[in-house]
């Protein structure tokens, strides 16, 4: 099998056209001469849409579709459509068009010897201003952070081989980062420019709610971009940042002490200078806590990716 | 494409060389290694690592290798840093032996056979020591400093950790699977599985070509390397005795708070100190109670492990007695066919 097609539904975006969406898809596909497969992902339940999908099921004998008990992470929906599927080239598609079908093409094109993922950039964005905005500011961050380049992280498309998440372990949210966690595990990466294409995308907005989400997965991703075989790093640079603080202000108590000879005993900036010490002791500690779970927890998990063996 | 063919036909040595953009050096590497293997009277592998060149390396070895079967080559998909390279070449060999190398012609392979030599004594770990260095000072005066304070904290006492050309029994390197920077530490760390270490001078020459991939701000990174080490080595076994004992400080704080509180507060001494005593008091109390908990948590890190770390291979079977029967002594032959030097199994017996 040369694709795997897999369409992701989440339930709470699932509309009327993903059915529609899917069977275009199918569509596409069949015009061309490779052979395929598409999987359908339904993520949580929900009688909604079911029996036209169901209907369309019937139809099409290559397609299949899987239903989750319960909601889970998109990471979870993948591992578990890429057991269920062969093709060597795996298409991953969300619940709605968002990218033309031309684009889509191209991006599957693009995939070569030398291109293991691609994912698109998407242009002339026809959602609202605001959330094109949240979203520069979004990838403008997760670049600095992560030392990357890519523009448009928050796309559900991406195309890739499927050694790619064979070999990257995600987990949670970490699915949008895919590209960027790939080019850290050294696969070939690539993004390209598509056009954009989201019928219902103007009605939606972001809530605060996931706002907090987004900024707890950039975290995450810096995390584990930089930190996960040695947290120590992370936690004691915090850590020695906070005592210093509080030595600093320890000893202009201190030398108030000394030189203007203040009395300091009820001073609550000394009671800081060693709220700031306790701090910096327990973010260090915490650090170290995680270099024990790094190393009696990670070691087994192979640092390197070989790309040949002769 | 996860292992060589055939697999599990055991040899006596493996030489693992990790390169790293080394064009210029690969082919009078392999030549040298040949040059002092073709001696050997016994099967031997050669690996090398291409540690996500962006030269010529790839396209040499695979040259290389359609004339010398015993050439087998690992190519990393990027750039992992020197302790993934060797950590793959180990995940990879077959020996009995396992020798590591720098890929850029400043060892000598001709050192070799001396490795070799020491580990027919029944030693485990012999590592080489550059007693000669070819460097410039700017470089083996931190380079010194750094071996005096890893001898000293970890305990095993060794003139050159820095030195690439070590020979390792596979059995205590195997198992480290050892991540980050930590290839300078293989000593120490199979050190806390009971391996015998030593050292032997060897050839040092200067780099011939590229340019030497060290500098200041690696010396920084090495000295917090050789902290994170030791707290690992010793706190990852007992954590809630190492986290307990770094919350002794805080305690005698907590004490010398609580004993200012309780003296202000009944007898009239700084009366107006008493709240500042108490908060004092409260907050290093916290930090002690913090240590502890993380101490418990790390315990129970530790114990839900896999314990691969205390699964290392802390035992060998030796011949206890002197003259046992002769079915036992056939077991004491390395893949070589030599039988081990018994005297230096006597005499481990008894130091263990």
């Known amino acids: ?310 | 494409m996860t292992t060589f063919e055939p697999k599990d036909i055991p040899l006596y040595l493996s030489i693992v060389v990790p390169l790293y953009n080394e064009e210029e050096s690969v082919e009078k590497l392999l030549s040298n290694i040949l040059e002092v293997t073709k001696q050997f009277d016994f099967d031997y592998e050669i690996i090398f690592v291409d540690d996500g060149s962006e030269d010529d390396t790839w396209a040499i070895i695979e040259k290389l290798k359609v004339t010398t079967p015993q050439l087998k080559a690992i190519k990393f998909r990027r750039n992992y840093g020197q302790t993934s390279a060797m950590v793959a070449g180990f995940d990879y060999a077959r020996g009995e032996i396992i020798v590591t190398m720098d890929g850029d012609l400043q060892n000598d392979p001709s050192d070799i056979p001396l490795l070799l030599e020491k580990m027919e004594q029944g030693y485990d770990i012999v590592s080489g020591w550059r007693k000669n260095r070819k460097d410039h000072f700017s470089r083996v005066l931190p380079s010194k400093m750094a071996n005096a304070i890893i001898s000293f904290t970890t305990g095993v006492r060794l003139n050159d950790y820095g030195c690439s050309l070590k020979a390792y029994r596979s059995q205590y390197i195997k198992p480290l699977n050892a991540y980050g920077e930590m290839h300078r530490f293989f000593p120490a760390l199979a050190s806390m599985t009971g391996a015998r270490i030593t050292e032997v001078p060897v050839n040092h020459y200067a780099r011939k070509y590229g340019v030497s991939k060290y500098g200041f701000e690696r010396i920084l990174k090495v000295f917090s390397d050789i902290f994170a080490m030791n707290l690992i080595i010793r706190f990852s076994s007992t954590p809630l005795k190492g986290f307990t004992f770094s919350s002794i400080p805080f305690f005698l704080m907590t004490v010398f708070f609580a004993i200012l509180a309780v003296l202000s507060w009944n007898f009239q001494w700084t009366s107006g100190k008493t709240l500042f005593f108490f908060i004092a008091m409260a907050l290093s109390g916290m930090a002690v109670v913090h240590l502890i908990t993380l101490g418990v948590l790390g315990e129970l890190v530790v114990g839900t492990s896999d314990l691969s770390h205390t699964k290392l291979p802390r035992y060998k079977k030796i011949l206890m007695q002197k003259g046992e029967d002769e079915g036992l002594k056939k077991d004491q032959v390395n893949a070589k066919g030599h039988p081990l030097d018994l005297e230096v199994l006597h005499d481990k017996a008894r130091t263990n």
């Open chain 1, 1 to 310: 099998m040369k694709y795997s097609i897999i369409v992701l539904l989440e339930l709470e975006e699932m509309f009327k056209g993903s059915v529609q969406f899917i069977q275009n898809l199918y569509e596409l596909f069949s015009k061309r001469q490779e052979s395929f497969e598409l999987i359908t992902i339904i993520n949580g339940v929900g009688d909604f849409m079911k029996d036209e999908l169901t209907a369309f099921l019937i139809r099409h004998d290559t397609v299949k579709a899987l239903e989750f008990n319960s909601k889970t992470s998109q990471a979870v929906c993948l591992k578990t459509a890429l057991k269920e599927t062969s093709g060597e080239i795996v298409v991953v598609c969300g619940s709605y068009q968002q990218i033309s079908s031309d684009s889509l093409l191209e991006l599957i094109d693009a995939i070569d010897d030398e291109v293991d993922i691609v994912t698109p950039w998407r242009q002339h964005r026809v959602d609202s201003v605001l959330n094109q905005f949240q979203s520069k500011l979004f990838n403008a961050l997760v670049r600095k952070l992560t030392a990357s380049t890519y523009h448009d992280t928050s796309c559900t498309v991406k195309v890739f081989r499927r050694e790619v998440l064979e070999n990257v372990e995600i987990y949670g949210n970490m699915y949008r980062f895919l590209s960027i966690l790939a080019d850290k595990k050294g696969f070939k990466t690539k993004e390209i420019k598509c056009e954009h294409y989201e019928q219902h995308g103007k009605s939606t907005y972001y809530g605060l709610a996931r706002y907090i989400n987004i900024f707890i997965d950039i975290f995450t991703l810096y995390f584990n971009t930089w930190f996960t075989r040695k947290p120590l790093r992370f936690f004691s640079a915090i850590g020695v940042i906070l005592s210093f603080i509080g030595l600093f202000i320890a000893l202009y108590v201190f030398a108030q002490k000394i030189f203007l000879n203040y009395s300091i005993g009820d001073r609550p900036l000394l009671l800081l200078a060693i709220f700031f010490m306790v701090l910096g002791v327990q973010a260090a500690s915490a650090g170290l806590l995680g270099e024990i779970i790094a190393f009696t927890h990670g070691r087994n998990r192979k640092e390197y990716t070989v790309e040949k063996l002769i």
